[in-house]
């Protein structure tokens, strides 16, 4: 017995989420290139529905969020009752951690993946393994060879943040095939509507198949509805039925449901983004590379840098310079990767004076 409450065993091992600064002390005009928000900014349609929401903040949402699931439905050709909406997907993920997870179970992720993985296994009171990645990518036979008889959950971000890197359709379903059929694969698909390559999908065609996939995504990144914290899960009828049971009865706000229907519905500002994303996208990982400088291969909307770790030329060097200039880039230590740095793509004037600050940095001319 002690004299004062204390958390349940593993909440005190949880190294706290710490996001991507957001300010640059004695700077003008900062850019803030470290949260993976999109310059574009949300639809237009979206704002005034958000607007139009904020006259009956006397009423409580629709607990069920059926509009927005209808919507989501419309959108990719799904039953709307499979579908669970939440604030944001790492609110998802928890709920799917406290629905699956006990006491003594383990759940896997890639070395590099979103640091709510752990977060959410340790709260439910279960371990978190890691599998190693090669060349920054999850790798399928390392997930496999990780599950053990207390394997309960194996998370995959798809592509994965702060890497950037994906695998294949082909590797996902063979993935799952190598699981037994009572562990649940959660494919976090946060950066899925950026993604430009023939062989990846989402996850939707294998939750539509399956009895234990679930596919995560978000209203964050390129709907930039980031403030609203909105996310939805797609799965069998079976796991929405287990999450519903164990999610907030209004867990949505009501303006997020009104924005979330409305930007979804606006495929032009959805376009519009992509298009911006993957010009700059291209342009950011050439610059950078010409400067003498690593950058993983990304198919989101960042880029992961990497620094030698020669003084006066590391990451936190860099970041430092960086800030000073108010360009703000991600720091990404905590997820293992000391020597890099994780930048937006932004806009225009953004992404060109990064690149010219990093060459300033490293000393080279213009």
């Not at 790492?90 to 006990?102: F, G, T």
């Not at 703000?328 to 930048?343: D, S, T």
Request: net charge neutral; aromatic share 8%.
């Amino acid at each position: 017995m002690t004299d004062r409450p204390q958390p349940r065993p593993g909440v005190l091992d949880i190294a706290p989420y710490i996001p991507g600064k957001s300010s640059a002390p004695g700077v003008a005009k900062v850019f803030k290139l470290s949260s993976n928000e999109t310059p574009l900014g949300p639809s237009p349609h979206a704002i005034a529905a958000y607007n139009e929401a904020g006259k009956h903040l006397e009423d409580y949402p629709d607990g069920a969020a059926t509009a927005l699931r209808e919507a989501i439905g419309q959108t990719f050709g799904l039953d709307p009752a499979r579908i669970v909406c939440g604030a944001g997907s790492d609110d998802l993920l928890n709920l799917i951690a406290r629905a699956y997870l006990k006491d003594g179970d383990e759940a896997i992720h890639a070395t590099h993946g979103f640091l709510v993985y752990p977060i959410a296994t340790l709260a439910a009171g279960a371990k978190p393994v890691v599998a190693p990645e090669t060349d920054y990518t999850a790798n399928v036979d390392h997930l496999l060879s990780a599950v053990t008889a207390k394997t309960r959950v194996v998370f995959l971000a798809n592509p994965n943040n702060p890497t950037g890197t994906y695998i294949s359709f082909d590797e996902v379903k063979r993935l799952h095939r190598g699981l037994p059929p009572h562990v649940l694969l959660v494919l976090d698909a946060a950066y899925a509507e950026y993604v430009d390559r023939n062989d990846y999908e989402a996850g939707i065609e294998l939750v539509a198949t399956s009895e234990n996939v679930v596919m995560c995504r978000t209203f964050s990144k390129i709907y930039g509805l980031a403030a609203l914290r909105l996310g939805w899960m797609y799965g069998p009828a079976h796991i929405v039925d287990a999450v519903n049971r164990v999610r907030g009865p209004f867990n949505v706000n009501a303006p997020a449901i009104a924005a979330g229907i409305a930007a979804i519905r606006d495929t032009a500002h959805v376009e519009k983004a992509r298009a911006h994303n993957k010009h700059w996208l291209a342009w950011l990982t050439e610059e950078i590379r010409e400067l003498g400088l690593k950058v993983t291969p990304s198919v989101a909307n960042f880029v992961l840098i990497h620094f030698p770790e020669t003084p006066g030329r590391t990451a936190k060097e860099a970041d430092a310079f960086l800030t000073k200039r108010g360009l703000i880039l991600r720091g990404v230590a905590g997820y293992k990767l000391p020597h890099a740095l994780r930048m937006t793509v932004g806009g225009e004037e953004a992404n060109r004076l990064v690149v010219a600050a990093l060459r300033d940095f490293l000393g080279k001319a213009a």
